[in-house]
């Protein structure tokens, strides 16, 4: 469609209508690591980090990892039944503080 319409750059969507040279529909990096994982890149300087994934639909686990400037945080969930399972490390000198969102 886009072709069809002329446009020689990626258009901001589908039907190639909308204005160009756009990154498409968002960012799913983004959707990955801060909702999914629930890891809070761009607070990466706080010394308290809260992790607050987000599982969606029938998915049963995610695991995730972010070099932020203090080190490296993991978000590794899983879930099972009635249960939910979530194991986080984080730098040194820096706490953190689990949060589920649903």
Request: with cysteine; hydrophobic share 35%.
């Amino acid at each position: 469609m886009q072709l069809a319409k002329g446009k020689t750059s990626l258009t901001e969507a589908w039907d190639g209508g909308s204005s160009q040279n756009h990154f498409m529909l968002g960012q799913i990096q983004e959707w990955f690591y801060h909702d999914l994982a629930g890891i809070p890149f761009r607070r990466q300087r706080l010394q308290k980090i809260i992790i607050a994934p987000q599982p969606v639909g029938n998915l049963t686990w995610a695991k995730a990892s972010y070099e932020s400037i203090r080190g490296k945080i993991i978000s590794d969930w899983i879930r099972t039944g009635d249960g939910f399972t979530l194991k986080v490390t984080i730098p040194a000198n820096t706490t953190a503080e689990p949060s589920l969102c649903r």
